[in-house]
T-cell receptor, first 116, second 112 residues
Framework: DAGVIQSPRHEVTEMGQEVTLRCKPISGHNSLFWYRQTMMRGLELLIYFNNNVPIDDSGMPEDRFSAKMPNASFSTLKIQPSEPRDSAVYFC??????????????FGSGTRLTVV | KQEVTQIPAALSVPEGENLVLNCSFTDSAIYNLQWFRQDPGKGLTSLLLIQSSQREQTSGRLNASLDKSSGRSTLYIAASQPGDSATYLCAVRQGGSEKLVFGKGTKLTVNP
């Protein structure tokens, strides 16, 4: 299995531009998570999906952030308009839920976003 | 609200030493606890997963223990090597939720 795949690995954009981050979870994993990591705040959950349905988006910082999961193999996190304070590493992770029991997470390699 | 704390924030040891990393959490109603390793500029690699009904898990030189009632977990690394240098993160999954709450990690440096 190729693991959780994120793209792009690095993104540099100007303030005000739209940014779209992409994630392909592990096949068969029915939970998908978007996290943001900064030095100050560590890893924070932004949103998670279960069976393609958003379950908890309480960590999404503002209306500028939106996430979609149109099918079981693809998710996007969009920031519009981007601001310098959005600069961080964004991680996608997936997890199987089997028979009601949750198993461990697998993380992607992350997207390092820099907004100038 | 669940809070996860890892102490110390940084640790430097000579090669070959056995060491213990600590993780504490405020709400004992967890589903499981997972230890991750993160190398600089990289993603997170899962090391060990302990279900709430388990007391410990072992993988090679790593041993993780869980004391749910006291809200503590430890990661024991035996015979440390320079290649073990990384940041180690502890994360708990609450019962009834899919999300993980992370500690801020312990940055480990193993000196040759």
């Amino acid at each position: 299995d190729a693991g959780v795949i994120q793209s792009p690995r690095h993104e540099v954009t100007e303030m005000g531009q739209e940014v779209t981050l992409r994630c392909k979870p592990i096949s068969g994993h029915n939970s998908l998570f978007w996290y943001r990591q900064t030095m100050m705040r560590g890893l924070e959950l932004l949103i998670y999906f279960n069976n393609n349905v958003p379950i908890d988006d309480s960590g999404m910082p503002e209306d500028r952030f939106s996430a979609k999961m149109p099918n079981a193999s693809f998710s996007t996190l969009k920031i519009q308009p981007s601001e310098p304070r959005d600069s961080a590493v964004y991680f996608c992770a997936s997890s199987p839920t089997v028979g009601g029991a949750s198993y461990g997470y697998t993380f992607g390699s992350g997207t390092r976003l820099t907004v100038v | 609200k669940q809070e996860v704390t890892q102490i110390p924030a940084a640790l430097s040891v000579p090669e070959g030493e056995n060491l213990v990393l600590n993780c504490s959490f405020t709400d004992s109603a967890i589903y499981n606890l997972q230890w991750f390793r993160q190398d600089p500029g990289k993603g997170l690699t899962s090391l060990l997963l302990i279900q709430s009904s388990q007391r410990e898990q072992t993988s090679g030189r790593l041993n993780a223990s869980l004391d749910k009632s006291s809200g503590r977990s430890t990661l024991y690394i035996a015979a440390s090597q320079p290649g073990d240098s990384a940041t180690y993160l502890c994360a708990v999954r609450q019962g009834g939720s899919e999300k993980l709450v992370f500690g801020k990690g312990t940055k480990l440096t193993v000196n040759p």
